[in-house]
């Protein structure tokens, strides 16, 4: 099983379409995948046809159980001199706070779905102070790793806690980047982040690819921007051959709740993402 984190700190680059048009692609070819929405705008629930607002279980469900357990409240200095009373230690056999109660299915797409909303804003703020918080979101995961051959987890779009989260646990970085050229400005920052969490907290962390999305092959500007992307990222790290046309079933299919192998099967949109899959599973 592999956990790929689909990341890029600017917004509107693909993050979400590819995680569910990916996800979608895989379990067409018959795998298991569930998606991770780990935005609080919750797209990725949206995009499957869910309302993020009525949903009760979500991922800050989990988190904030895991966060809420062990927790120690002080009121006073006679209570912090008391140790042994200060330290609730979990008891024996007691259950974990678990993602798999929050596990949706993705409707007719087939493959699973952990729905977010905005209570996961509040995220950033309470792991601060956690202990462990970058590897929060990797003892939630854990658990689920053997039930599924791909988890995606569409990370939000700034480089915060959250998303330090999803590289802490991944073993691969998926990075949609757009075909302009302000989108490639700041990719350098998010790949020295990466390269920070590979080294001080998954030493296993790998950038499996980045994924040129919005390409506009009418365009001498997107052609541009995806040959200096090509000739100058590849040389450090891998490119996929994989290209994202800009392509409006894309949006429509967002907007109509579904994936686009389920809304346009037969557009260029979906034809790459399933490209794409199959660039992931034949590697």
Known sequence: ???????????????????????AALKE??????????????????????????????VWSALSASLRMNGAEVTSR????????????????????????CILSAGEDGFDLVPSNLELSQADADLMS?????RRLHRLLEPLRDRYDFILIDCPPYLG???????????????????AYLAMKGVNTLFRTIALVQRDLNYGLRVRGVLLTMVDS????????????RK?????IPVFETEIPQNIDLADAAAAGKSVLLYAPRSRGALAYRK????????
């Open 1 to 23: 099983m592999t956990v790929y984190a689909v990341v890029n700190q600017k917004g509107g680059v693909g993050k979400t379409t590819t995680a569910v048009n990916l996800g």
């Open 29 to 58: 070819i018959g795998k298991g995948v569930l998606v991770v929405d780990l935005d609080p705008q919750g797209n990725a629930t949206l995009h499957c046809g869910l309302n993020p607002d009525r949903q009760s279980k979500t």
């Open 78 to 101: 006679e209570d912090a001199d008391l140790i042994d009373f200060a330290i609730d230690l979990e008891p024996v056999g007691e259950s974990r706070p678990s993602l798999e109660e």
């Open 130 to 134: 956690a202990i462990n918080r970058e």
């Open 161 to 179: 806690l959250l998303t330090i989260n999803a590289l802490a646990t991944a073993d691969y970085a998926i990075v949609p980047l757009q075909a």
């Open 218 to 229: 009418r365009t001498v500007h997107s052609q541009q921007v995806v040959d200096v992307a």
């Open 232 to 236: 100058t990222i590849s040389h450090k």
């Open 276 to 283: 794409l899959a199959e660039e992931l599973t034949n590697a």
